[in-house]
């Protein structure tokens, strides 16, 4: 079967330092990797998604950015941190043409 | 620009009755319409879905009605518990490769005893 694993679950980070986020897939290949936040009252938001080994398309400007350095692996960082990054952050896959993501447990990040 | 409109932000209904979400969206090229169930400090589950040429569909207690017409969709949930309270989102998906979906803004639905 597969899972999704992301980590950590909790971060608090001072206001300029880096942020690496990682989630990885097991027991599927070649999956189309997503990253989303999630706010208070704005539902989620598609920040990233990559349907391939170091192709990633970014849905909205930012602060972040994301890598896919391996087929399972999916990983949202951040050169220095601003307090406007604080939220949720959540990883999701789906099989290619699917039409169903599945989600991983997500990351509440804090910037104080 | 793709945007999916959620209403109510929040709800309160008593355990038994029916909880009512709606949904609507603009872009006609959305060709898939999922709603996920949220307990706080999880990741969104896929609760149920549905296809643009088709009106309904049924789950257990768990109903999509669809107006494709309208560009509207709503979750229905009959005999509604205290363990379904939760935050629910709809969700519309872009045909493509990249499988994008579009989320709303989500609903916090109470179901008090």
């Known amino acids: 079967s597969q899972t999704i694993h992301q980590w950590p679950a909790t971060l608090v980070q001072p206001v300029g330092s880096p942020l690496s986020l990682e989630c990885t897939v097991e027991?599927?290949?070649?999956?189309?990797l997503y990253w989303y936040r999630q706010a208070a009252g704005r539902g989620l938001q598609l920040l990233f998604y990559?349907?391939?080994?170091?192709?990633i398309s970014s849905e909205v400007p930012q602060n972040l950015s994301a890598s896919r350095p391996q087929d399972r692996q999916f990983i949202l960082s951040s050169k220095k941190l601003l307090l406007s990054d604080s939220g949720f952050y959540l990883c999701?896959?789906?099989?290619?043409?699917?039409?169903?993501?599945?989600f991983g447990q997500g990351t509440r990040l804090t910037v104080v | 620009q793709q945007q999916v409109k959620q209403s109510p932000q929040s709800l309160i209904v008593q355990k038994g009755g029916i909880s009512i979400i709606n949904c609507a969206y603009e872009?006609?090229?959305?060709?898939?319409f999922p709603w996920y169930q949220q307990f706080p400090g999880k990741g969104p589950a896929l609760l149920i879905a549905?296809?643009?040429?088709?009106s309904e569909k049924k789950e257990g207690r768990f109903t999509i009605s669809f107006n494709k017409s309208a560009k509207q969709f709503s979750l229905h949930i009959m005999d509604s518990q205290p363990g379904d309270s939760a935050t629910y989102f709809c969700?519309?998906?872009?045909?493509?490769?990249?499988?994008?979906?579009?989320f709303g803004t989500g609903t916090r639905l109470q179901v008090t005893l």
């Open positions: 999701a896959w789906s099989y290619t043409g699917n039409t169903e993501a599945f």
């Open positions: 027991g599927t290949s070649n999956p189309n």
């Open positions: 990559s349907v391939g080994i170091g192709q």
């Open positions: 872009n006609t090229a959305f060709d898939y």
């Open positions: 549905i296809r643009p040429d088709v």
């Open positions: 969700a519309a998906r872009d045909g493509g490769t990249a499988s994008k979906l579009t």
